[in-house]
């Protein structure tokens, strides 16, 4: 029987990691965390922040990282049998389009979107001002030279602005492109309502709802998590993130909510703005 490989893909910071764990907490799937990063080399710690040593961890041991093409054959040598669903959460295109055409495995892709004024916030701590946001300047150019004013000289909104439309149109790009099976959740509603969104998410993948995958926390997952989420398992209740509020000034609030750019790709995926962020429920919508 193929197992099914499920492609998280996103813009950093849009919330793949809590949605991960709760769909590779179900009896019959696995959570695998960024496998991309295993293949890049990176330190133990990185790859598996439970074990934080590969050679020991029960996930990882005796994987060839080197060898992509076999890389999920031999994850699933060490996990129980009864996973048919793995969960990657390596989250770039360029990293799941190796395995477009593999016939091994069925392959499913949930495009996970977090509204721009949320990620404005974390990229402003992840690139402070200096050499570090200029070459986020120039990155974010290069895959949109035609955008160049707001890029270069819009201030952090613009930058932000076209950096989150960048990687998002690819996704999309990616899986209309290839004709991929999808489905699109937002942060905000897996915020609002986990049980509804993951029930509809485990609808799409043809297995059970279990209530315990929303405590995702009791768990033992190898592989890659954030720091943070060790807060909020030890605290075992969930967390709805709106620090962008108190870090982005109104006006550059509104100037992303209402840039057009913004706002044609979210119509374009039927995503309403509300208050609190971009919703495929159409709730509480903005005057």
Same mark, same amino acid.
């Given at each position: 029987?193929?197992?099914?490989?499920?492609?998280?893909?996103?813009?950093?910071?849009?919330?793949?990691?809590?949605?991960?764990?709760?769909?590779?907490?179900?009896?019959?799937?696995?959570?695998?965390?960024?496998?991309?990063?295993?293949?890049?080399?990176?330190?133990?710690?990185?790859?598996?922040?439970?074990?934080?040593?590969?050679?020991?961890?029960?996930?990882? *041991?005796?994987?060839?990282?080197?060898?992509?093409?076999?890389?999920?054959?031999?994850?699933?040598?060490?996990?129980?049998?009864?996973?048919?669903?793995?969960?990657?959460?390596?989250?770039?295109?360029?990293?799941?389009?190796?395995?477009?055409?593999?016939?091994?495995?069925?392959?499913?892709?949930?495009?996970?979107?977090?509204?721009?004024?949320?990620?404005?916030?974390?990229?402003?701590?992840?690139?402070? *001002?200096?050499?570090?946001?200029?070459?986020?300047?120039?990155?974010?150019?290069? *895959?949109?030279?035609?955008?160049?004013?707001?890029?270069?000289?819009?201030?952090?909104?613009?930058?932000?602005?076209?950096?989150?439309?960048?990687?998002?149109?690819?996704?999309?790009?990616?899986?209309?492109?290839?004709?991929?099976?999808?489905?699109?959740?937002?942060?905000?509603?897996?915020?609002?309502?986990?049980?509804?969104?993951?029930?509809?998410?485990?609808?799409?993948?043809?297995?059970?709802?279990?209530?315990?995958?929303?405590?995702?926390?009791?768990?033992?997952?190898?592989?890659?998590?954030?720091?943070?989420?060790?807060?909020?398992?030890?605290?075992?209740?969930?967390?709805?993130?709106?620090?962008?509020?108190?870090?982005?000034?109104?006006?550059?609030?509104?100037?992303?909510?209402?840039?057009?750019?913004?706002?044609?790709?979210?119509?374009?995926?039927?995503?309403?703005?509300?208050?609190?962020?971009?919703? *495929?429920?159409?709730?509480?919508?903005?005057?």
């Amino acid at each position: 029987m193929k197992k099914t490989i499920v492609y998280v893909v996103s813009t950093n910071y849009a919330g793949s990691h809590y949605l991960s764990l709760m769909l590779g907490s179900h009896s019959r799937a696995a959570y695998l965390g960024e496998i991309r990063q295993y293949t890049l080399g990176k330190t133990d710690e990185r790859v598996c922040y439970r074990c934080k040593d590969t050679t020991r961890c029960p996930l990882f *041991r005796d994987v060839d990282a080197h060898d992509i093409p076999q890389i999920y054959e031999g994850l699933s040598r060490n996990l129980r049998d009864s996973a048919d669903v793995l969960i990657d959460n390596s989250k770039l295109v360029s990293w799941a389009r190796n395995f477009v055409g593999d016939d091994r495995y069925h392959k499913r892709y949930v495009h996970v979107i977090r509204d721009p004024r949320a990620l404005a916030r974390r990229w402003d701590l992840r690139h402070p *001002r200096g050499r570090r946001r200029l070459k986020q300047r120039w990155g974010t150019l290069r *895959r949109n030279p035609l955008a160049f004013l707001p890029i270069l000289f819009g201030g952090r909104t613009g930058l932000y602005a076209h950096k989150w439309l960048n990687t998002n149109r690819g996704i999309t790009r990616f899986l209309s492109g290839y004709d991929l099976e999808h489905i699109m959740v937002t942060y905000q509603d897996l915020a609002r309502d986990p049980e509804g969104e993951i029930r509809r998410l485990m609808d799409w993948l043809r297995l059970p709802f279990e209530p315990e995958q929303l405590n995702y926390w009791n768990f033992e997952h190898h592989g890659t998590q954030k720091k943070g989420y060790e807060w909020i398992g030890g605290q075992q209740k969930r967390y709805f993130d709106m620090r962008w509020k108190e870090h982005l000034t109104p006006a550059e609030q509104e100037w992303l909510a209402t840039y057009p750019p913004v706002t044609a790709y979210a119509q374009s995926l039927r995503l309403t703005l509300t208050d609190d962020g971009r919703t *495929r429920k159409g709730r509480r919508p903005q005057p």
